[in-house]
């Protein structure tokens, strides 16, 4: 309590200190404050967000073609208990129903993304361009504008043509720049005079570190202390070819704006007075969301990735280092190619300094030398690594706006899934977790960071990549078991809708009543779900009624 007095005298000097220097984010100052009560700027935009694969379904559908992600999840063993996500919501089919789902919350936008093998099934826009494709993102787009709800769209949620993977290796191959791009300004062409917000890549850390490092996700490759590296590099330049391609061919034209969307997880020092704690917790966010923005904003990698793994590349003899450089000319071309950042947050670790010997071998993890930890006493919903740590949020954002020269924000994906095969929709843990963490993002504009929207993640519960529908994350629960796929609100629908209409928190008074009759409408809810369940004598567990293709 002491420190949090020195404290605010040290907050009053820096913000004296500020208008004179170049900002300076400050590692030891973490006031964890009280609730607070306001509103957002007007215009403030709020809504909710999904991806093609973890929705649509209808994966071989309308001449579709296939992903890295088809492939990948029917081959057993690599998704929790062989989910695919072959229907998923069914959400291909089910546009109609899902709008007026997101109407009847008064959403300002919805984000989701564009298969691209739906629009160009072998990934290569000179073989053929698949028309349903195109037609469907069409009806989707115009559904939502009739009905008032901007579109953020997506191009790269994951879902990676087959094809690409299996003659050029995927995002280990430069080639798939140029390819990206085409299928980028088919979509700026397409689609552009109805979008004006768009997200190049979702999450590239997940792509690159699960996707070629670690080999949890698609297309499953484990070439440790490479692999991602060399995935980010291309992923980085083909961000930024899509800019350019977009600023100088749409712009003027379609004026509207071209992003990336990254995800972070904060990481805190153990020890505030400790400076090796600090600097581990700084390298494990540079390593994490600097190795993608740095690039974007400054033209070139964040210097301590650059020293680390230099110094651990030479350690183990290579001539130079496992991070790939960018050439001058590639340097001035990356810089400043992002309109707006979105921002994806789903929890925080604490973080200490910790040395990896060579002999232990060489990856993405161990070239950082730090070790992730939490607090016990930290809520944990149900997954293993998503604990709600909200004033982590706050920290975040102020480091984005310190470190990146305030760029404009928007909140991309934030929210939490629960426990396995939950059935309860009256998700107070999820209404807690919305309500702390949009007041950290409330706290954080009130501090001047440039934030424009909010995205709830997710819509819908669906399926959760390596961990199948074991998690739920949605403001709808879906009923998988059931053919139809039919969807229910949650509690927290309520409570996010009450959020929206008053653009923030009003007082106290009326947040508790939210809250008392949010908890009130899911009992009905539930009641609608168990007589659903019963009359079609299906489990809550999804049964195996669908076929596992082995021989894929
Ligand atoms: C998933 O597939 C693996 C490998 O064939 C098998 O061992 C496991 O039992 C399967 N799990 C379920 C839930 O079917
Ligand atoms: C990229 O793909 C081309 C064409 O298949 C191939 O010749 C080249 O070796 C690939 N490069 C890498 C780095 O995989």
């Known amino acids: 309590m002491q420190r949090n007095g020195v404290l605010r005298i040290c907050t009053v000097l820096l913000l004296a200190l500020c208008t004179f220097a170049s900002e300076v984010f400050d590692w030891t100052k973490n006031e964890m404050g009280s609730f607070q009560y306001g509103t957002f700027p007007s215009g403030f935009s709020w809504g909710a967000g999904s991806s093609a694969y973890q929705t649509e379904g209808a994966w071989d559908k309308d001449g579709k073609g296939k992903s890295i992600w088809d492939i990948f999840s029917h081959k057993r063993g690599k998704i929790d208990r062989n989910d695919t996500g072959d229907y998923s919501c069914n959400g291909y089919y089910k546009i109609k129903d899902d709008i007026s789902l997101m109407k009847d919350m008064k ?52 879902d990676l043509p087959q094809v690409l993977e299996e003659k050029y290796g995927g995002w280990q191959n ?3 720049i140029s390819f990206f791009n085409d299928f980028a300004n088919l979509c700026f062409e397409r689609f552009g005079s109805r979008v004006k917000h768009w997200i190049t890549f979702n999450n590239p850390w997940s792509v690159a570190v699960e996707g070629y490092e670690t080999g949890e996700h698609a297309p499953g490759l484990k070439m440790r202390g490479n692999g991602a590296y060399n995935a980010a590099h291309n992923i980085i330049k083909a961000h930024a070819k899509v800019w350019h391609t977009y600023d100088t061919q749409w712009r003027n034209k379609q004026k509207g704006m071209v992003g990336i969307s990254l995800s972070a997880d904060w990481g805190e020092p153990v020890d505030v007075t400790n400076q090796r704690d600090i600097e581990a917790a700084e390298r494990y966010v540079q390593f994490h969301l600097g190795w993608f923005a740095t690039p974007l904003f400054t033209g070139d990698y964040p210097q301590i990735m650059k020293d680390y793994i230099g110094k651990k590349s030479a350690q183990q003899g290579l001539s130079s280092s496992r991070l790939p450089a960018f050439n001058p000319h ?41 070790a992730e930890l939490v607090d016990p006493n930290w809520p944990d919903p149900g997954s293993e690594w998503l604990y ?16 990146y020269g305030d760029p404009i ?48 993640w997710s819509l819908l519960d669906k399926f959760e990549w390596d961990e199948g529908f074991s998690e739920r994350f949605g403001l709808y629960y879906v009923d998988f078991g059931s053919k139809n796929k039919p969807r229910y609100p949650k509690a927290s629908v309520q409570f996010y809708k009450r959020i929206i209409s008053s653009n923030g928190f009003p007082n106290q008074r009326e947040i508790e009543s939210w809250k008392r009759k949010s908890l009130e409408t899911c009992t009905s809810s539930n009641q609608l779900l168990a007589a659903a369940r019963r009359k079609s004598k299906e489990h809550a567990d999804m049964p195996k009624v669908w076929p596992v293709h082995d021989e894929v």
């Open 330 to 370: 590639e340097k001035s071309y990356i810089r400043g190619t992002c309109d707006f950042l979105g921002i994806s947050h789903f929890t925080t670790r604490y973080i200490t300094q910790k040395n990896f010997l060579p002999s232990r071998g060489n990856s993405y993890f161990t070239d950082r030398d730090l």
């Open 174 to 176: 430069a080639s798939m």
């Open 107 to 158: 959403l300002n936008h919805y984000l989701f993304s564009i298969s691209w093998p739906r629009i160009l099934p072998s990934g290569i826009r000179t073989d053929y361009i698949n028309e349903k494709g195109i037609e469907h993102y069409d009806n989707m787009i115009n559904m939502l504008l009739e009905n008032r709800i901007t579109p953020i769209v997506t191009l790269y949620h994951w």
């Open 409 to 456: 924000i928007y909140v991309t994906g934030n929210g939490v899934s629960e426990k396995m095969m939950c059935t309860d929709l009256c998700d107070e843990w999820r209404i807690q977790y919305f309500r702390d963490y949009i007041n950290e993002m409330l706290k954080a504009v009130k501090d001047g960071v440039n934030v424009k929207g909010y995205t709830a």
């Open 388 to 403: 709600s740590v909200p004033w982590g949020f706050n920290r975040l954002l102020s480091f984005v706006k310190t470190q």
